[in-house]
């Protein structure tokens, strides 16, 4: 693979200045959102500038950082690290401080006939806890930013405008073979080969990989879907019209699965109420945070999925046969510390006993955050990242008279589906952190007003038993 050209480089410079003046120029929430959403898109992969003892700065950290800084030097904000609740508090302080134990416990070097793997250094955990704390940035800043019905809207909109724009791309890709990221930055990002699919190719552009594209698209189609819903009678086919165009955009990335996703979930969007929708999406992230226990306990039917999926494609099945083997592989290596996990350096991985070589492959988040960081990473990972679906629930079932805001609920299945797919690929990005980190704040603000409609309730029961007392 040929490397990054200049112009790479460069752009992990100039994005920065762009998002300064988007700063400067947009409100808060809009220029968070198009500070980590546009530099996910746009910004090449896999190419860091690596400066002594501080993070890799690439087009994840860096779009961090700068709209932390903007934040703080151009709005002159104070943004708070920990929320209201003391599950969050804990869940947080446990996904930045847990790499020191992983460290702690993994010291010792793996070794083999003809070859080692390091032991992990005390200088591991402190740039495991800077990388933690870099990717919560978007999840701390959409909290203060975007939790609120107008925050919610702005990330529902970016969507769509960001699915049209990258439509383009795309569409030169799926014609022409994926070759923007080597017209533009000098190489290409993955294997060509699994860019090919059904006799065409599925776009990659800037992305680490095809699916990522593919739920990029989903979310985008999922978002349009929300904005259809919510339109008047003047511009409804204009939205339709809209949504019809990503749903195309999404087959033009041959993936099943995101396929699967968008069939599940358009009827909720579309069909179903408000407080149906937070309630499934809260489902759903039990479910999936359940999801080793279930699969340690041989009760996710595998073997049934793979049929099912061979019903469709047999090459899909081999695919995802494959993958099932490596899990339960790599399952079985993390139990062995399952508390802590086995940190990196590719230390949970299966090796050769003679040569060391890696000779299994992980996918999906889940497993990937299980291996490194054991229960202890994944509950904080995982359960972050659903702890807003489940407050949301909560107030579904907690207060009949709410109102639920309906680009919220939309934007909580859309962060059900991201969770979902975290089990078979590990696309957990920073607009998911994003997502999470401003429904969490739109769960805490209808909570006060549960909780301040309640105490308005009592105090005029009060006043209430209080005249009848005097007129007696």
Not at 327 to 332: F, K, M, P, R
Not at 429 to 437: E, R
Request: net charge positive; with cysteine; charged share 15%.
């Amino acid at each position: 693979m040929a490397s990054p050209n200049f112009l790479a480089y460069l752009m992990l410079f100039v994005w920065p200045m762009l998002c300064w003046q988007m700063w400067k120029r947009l409100d808060p929430a809009r220029a968070l959102i198009w500070t980590v959403l546009g530099g996910y898109l746009i910004m090449p992969p896999l190419t860091v500038i690596n400066f002594p003892i501080i993070p890799d700065l690439d087009k994840t950290t860096i779009p961090n950082l700068i709209a932390w800084c903007g934040a703080l030097y151009v709005v002159r904000d104070k943004i708070s690290f920990l929320p209201e609740g003391r599950i969050g508090k804990v869940l947080i302080l446990m996904y930045i401080l847990s790499p020191f134990a992983t460290v702690l416990t993994n010291t010792d070097p793996l070794y083999f006939v003809a070859g080692s793997v390091q032991g992990m250094k005390i200088y591991d955990s402190a740039a495991a806890v800077a990388n933690q704390f870099i990717a919560l940035l978007p999840f701390f800043l959409a909290r203060r930013y975007l939790g609120t019905p107008a925050g919610m809207r702005a990330m529902i909109e970016a969507l769509v405008l960001a699915g049209l724009w990258y439509s383009i791309p795309m569409l030169i890709e799926a014609r022409f073979s994926p070759q923007m990221n080597v017209w533009v930055y000098g190489f290409f990002q993955h294997d060509f080969f699994q860019t090919i699919r059904q006799g065409g190719y599925r776009p990659v552009v800037f992305l680490p990989h095809g699916l990522w594209v593919a739920f990029f698209a989903l979310m985008c189609l999922l978002a349009a879907m929300v904005r259809l819903r919510d339109t008047t009678a003047e511009i409804r086919s204009k939205a339709l019209l809209i949504a019809l165009y990503l749903g195309f955009m999404l087959y033009v990335c041959k993936s099943a699965g995101v396929a699967v996703y968008a069939l599940c979930l358009a009827p909720l969007l579309l069909l179903a109420g408000w407080r149906l929708q937070a309630l499934v999406a809260a489902v759903i992230a039990v479910v999936v945070i359940s999801y080793p226990i279930l699969r340690g306990l041989h009760l996710v039917p595998v073997q049934q999925i793979v049929d099912f999926a061979n019903g469709f494609s047999a090459d899909r099945a081999g695919s995802l046969q494959f993958r099932i083997v490596n899990e339960e592989a790599l399952l079985a290596r993390a139990q062995e510390k399952a508390l802590f996990g086995w940190g990196g350096y590719g230390r949970a991985f299966l090796h050769d006993p003679i040569t060391g070589q890696m000779t299994t492959i992980a996918d999906g988040a889940w497993i990937i955050v299980m291996g490194t960081y054991g229960w202890l990473g994944f509950i904080a990972e995982f359960g972050l990242t659903g702890l807003p679906l489940l407050l949301l629930g909560r107030e579904a079932l907690s207060w009949h008279g709410a109102v639920f805001n309906r680009y919220a609920t939309g934007l909580a299945l859309i962060l059900a589906a991201n969770m979902v797919d975290l089990l078979p690929n590990a696309t957990h990005i920073p607009f998911t952190w994003l997502m999470a980190g401003g429904l969490l704040g739109e769960a805490e603000r209808m909570r006060r007003a549960r909780l301040a409609d309640s105490h308005a309730v009592l105090r005029s029961g009060l006043r209430g038993g209080t005249q009848k007392r005097t007129v007696i």
